[in-house]
């Protein structure tokens, strides 16, 4: 008995302890990584340093991934040229990498594609590989927000995390010193 | 003499403590009065409490007794802490049984042996294991990383050890990883051992924690960027495998043995040529200590696959092939273990792969090419597409149906529409594999598949809806596993009642004769139902009732025989 007792006690704080921050992730430092996009340019986390950046991870076999994407491509056009950058890392490993491109191409989105064909990525941000998974990235590389999967709805609250993070983006700075008229 | 488990553990922790060490000092070098960077600590927890039923009993035990139900608890935490361009990690994995026994004259019988020959821990129906433990640097120029981590080469034909966790698979290699980007090249290095989990995540674990098998694997692989539209790439692996005479040996033995398995390849991929995006790469695949892997007279493989992609106008076209010959070898020892080290395209549509079609996906001697094309009809939300497969298998026996080299083909339409709150994604499909004539013009028939799939998506008031599922109907001809025709109907209906609220029903019917399970509303019926919560960010929790079929999965060209479900489940993944 005392065993069992034991083994409940040790499920239960593996379960419990995490769970003592209900503010998944935020504020922690988001890993930094290059990959690949699909036109073959290196991009990196640390050149979004200063920008608001949601991270999605997404694989051509996920079918809620497909179905999220438009709702992406609304927030990457309406939000790309204040401060915002979308990326979208696939999790195809190198056996379905082909299909990628093909399928962003099928479906017109212009928003960045990176490529994580050893799932080194993926493992580093979600363990267990769920998809889709997102993190907001604030300007400092620190995540802001966490969310798994997809359901219709999320995309609400979704845009709701961007807007408040470019909000607070846009307070922090400075803002630009008007020209000096001339005469 | 082989560890025992007490060494193993005090060795892990030795590493650990040592990660640690390396890690809080690892900036001393930043100098006096810069700033160090924090050290952020972030996690996510799985954990499975599955109860088991089972229908077994005992003579002159009631049925009530339900003797063989059992609880089983797994537990797979990932905790990483990083701090600049460092980064340790650990998994921890675990399992316990409860009420997996019972008394028979007074005396206790546990109902089967958790743990196979070499596994111990200090109680009989559990389990744990720091299953993986990583130390990483990412810099500008350089990634290095000591510890578990994943790896692919190019298309993954010589080398890819990667996650899979869609089929419950997550096999790291164990040593040292390198990638040093100087200029337009980048040069990767591993070294290490095979490191396959031992703590089952999704299926039952009884009688399934087995020892680590220790596979040694290194490779180099060389990259040659922006030459004009071209990538070169080379790289070479060989591995030496762990037989089962080798079972006791450390993991570190694996560099002294002979090597059993020795591949080499180059790849070219070129975007934009002519508005084509190109991929190709060829490797050869030498057994120089072959008896291990099967391989008469050591003969070597090779294996071909290269795509072409094009987008014109509103289309997008992609054609892959592969010839690939006495490649699967290299797996051979492992996938004893259920994973595999090496695994090209299939270039089959995975969905549909069944233990039939499964055994082409991994075929020794098969050629394919596949074609498919996609059409923006309405850019972003309508999508037709055809997709045509055509393969050559010729290899014969083993897991294979076939007695003849058979020639398949496999056409599928389907279509994407994904409107502001509704979707509808679907497919339909006919699989032929039809045999080769046998001498004397005995005709083996044709295996037949016509499948469809089906994804809807819809409002329901302020809530959301959702039905899935697929159907498939098959045909056979005459094999050596002959099977009257059947039918395999899997479907789902779910409701987002929003709040991270939902509620979903499955059900699965077949009449397959030779399925591992049985239904639990009748013999061919199975009914289940889900509560899914997610109270807060980072935060889900799934409880389930009722009973699933048994079939083969397939993911990433790898595929598993997956058993049945009857019980309740409850699951939980908690971010931190």
New interface residues.
């Given amino acids: 008995m005392r065993?069992?007792l034991a083994?409940i006690l040790?499920?239960t704080f593996?379960?419990v302890a995490?769970?003592?921050?209900?503010?998944?992730?935020e504020?922690?430092?988001a890993?930094?990584?290059?990959l690949r996009d699909i036109?073959?340019k290196p991009v990196s986390l640390k050149d979004m340093t200063g920008k608001v950046t949601l991270i999605s991870f997404w694989a051509t076999?996920c079918?809620p991934c497909?179905?999220e994407?438009?709702h992406l491509?609304k927030l990457y056009d309406t939000y790309k040229d204040k401060g915002f950058m979308l990326l979208m890392i696939s999790a195809d490993?190198?056996?379905?990498?082909?299909?990628v491109?093909?399928?962003i191409?099928?479906?017109?989105?212009s928003f960045p594609v990176l490529l994580d064909?050893?799932?080194?990525v993926?493992?580093?941000y979600?363990?267990?590989?769920?998809l889709p998974y997102s993190e907001l990235i604030g300007p400092d590389l620190?995540?802001l927000?966490?969310?798994?999967?997809y359901?219709?709805?999320d995309e609400v609250e979704t845009e709701r995390r961007v807007k408040a993070a470019l909000d607070a983006l846009a307070a922090a700075t400075p803002p630009a010193v008007a020209p000096t008229a001339t005469p | 003499m082989p560890p025992t488990p007490r060494a193993a553990l005090v060795t892990a922790a030795q590493a650990l403590l040592l990660g640690l060490g390396v890690f809080s000092s690892g900036l001393a070098a930043a100098g006096e009065g810069e700033e160090r960077p924090e050290v952020s600590v972030s996690g996510q927890d799985d954990l499975e409490f599955r109860y088991w039923r089972d229908d077994r009993t005992l003579p002159d035990f009631p049925e009530e007794d339900h003797l063989f139900d059992y609880w089983e608890l797994v537990n797979r935490v990932n905790v990483k802490l990083d701090r600049g361009p460092l980064q340790l990690g650990v998994q921890l994995d675990a399992v316990g049984m409860l009420g997996a026994y019972y008394y028979l004259n007074d005396v206790r019988v546990d109902e089967f042996d958790l743990h196979a020959d070499g596994v111990t821990f200090p109680l009989p129906l559990a389990y744990a294991n720091l299953d993986k433990a990583w130390l990483g640097y990412q810099g500008d120029s350089a990634q290095l990383l000591v510890g578990d981590g994943y790896i692919a080469f190019g298309r993954g034909l010589a080398l890819s050890l990667v996650k899979n966790t869609n089929i419950d698979i997550d096999s790291s290699l164990r040593g040292a990883h390198a990638k040093v980007t100087l200029g337009a090249w980048d040069l990767t290095a591993v070294s290490g051992v095979t490191n396959a989990q031992q703590v089952w995540q999704d299926n039952p674990n009884k009688q399934q924690i087995r020892p680590d098998h220790w596979h040694m694997v290194s490779g180099l692989r060389i990259d040659r960027y922006g030459l004009g539209p071209l990538n070169l790439g080379a790289h070479s692996v060989v591995y030496s495998f762990a037989d089962r005479a080798d079972l006791d040996a450390q993991p570190w033995e694996g560099y002294g043995r002979g090597v059993d398995a020795a591949i080499t390849g180059a790849s070219v991929e070129a975007f934009g040529v002519a508005g084509l995006d190109l991929f190709a790469e060829g490797d050869l695949f030498l057994y120089p200590g072959g008896e291990v892997l099967g391989v008469e007279d050591n003969q070597p493989g090779y294996a071909v696959y290269g795509s072409a992609a094009a987008y014109p106008g509103r289309v997008a076209l992609l054609v892959e092939g592969k010839h690939y010959k006495d490649v699967e070898r290299v797996n051979a020892v492992v996938s004893r273990d259920l994973y595999e080290v090496a695994v090209g395209p299939t270039l089959e549509y995975e969905r549909v792969i069944t233990e039939d079609s499964g055994a082409a996906v991994n075929s020794n001697d098969i050629s394919g090419v596949r074609l498919r094309a996609d059409v923006a009809a309405k850019p972003g939300v309508l999508t037709p597409s055809l997709t045509l497969g055509l393969f050559r298998d010729r290899e014969l026996g083993g897991l294979h149906f076939n007695r003849a080299p058979e020639t398949i083909v496999h056409p599928i339409a389907g279509v994407d529409w994904i409107a502001d709150s509704v979707h509808v994604l679907a497919n339909a499909g006919f699989r032929v594999d039809k045999r080769d004539d046998l001498p004397g013009g005995v005709s083996l028939g044709a295996d037949r598949m016509a499948h469809v799939d089906l994804s809807l998506g819809f409002p329901i008031g302020s809530a959301h809806g959702e039905i899935g599922g697929d159907l498939r109907y098959f045909m056979w001809g005459d094999n050596l596993n002959q099977q009257t025709d059947f039918t395999l109907l899997t479907a789902n209906a779910a409701v987002h009642l929003g709040h991270g609220v939902s509620i979903v029903g499955y059900t699965d019917w077949t009449d397959d004769p030779l399925i591992d399970s049985v239904g639990n509303i009748n013999e061919n019926l199975y009914a289940a139902g889900e509560l899914q919560l997610q109270p807060a960010d980072g935060m889900t929790f799934k409880l389930f009732y009722g009973a699933y079929r048994a079939g083969i999965r397939c993911a990433g060209g790898q595929c598993r025989m997956l058993p049945g479900f009857d019980g309740a489940r409850l699951s939980a993944t908690i971010n931190f």
Avoid at chain 1, 93 to 99: K, L, N, P, Q, T
Avoid at chain 1, 145 to 149: I, K, N, T, Y
């Fill in positions: 065993r069992w083994l040790v499920f593996a379960l995490p769970g003592t921050n209900p503010r998944a992730g504020g922690q430092a890993p930094e990584f290059t036109d073959n076999w079918a497909q179905v994407m438009p491509q490993d190198a056996r379905s990498v082909s299909r491109k093909p399928l191409k099928s479906k017109g989105y064909t050893d799932t080194k993926v493992s580093q979600n363990p267990n590989k769920t620190k995540v927000w966490q969310h798994q999967g359901t219709a709805g």
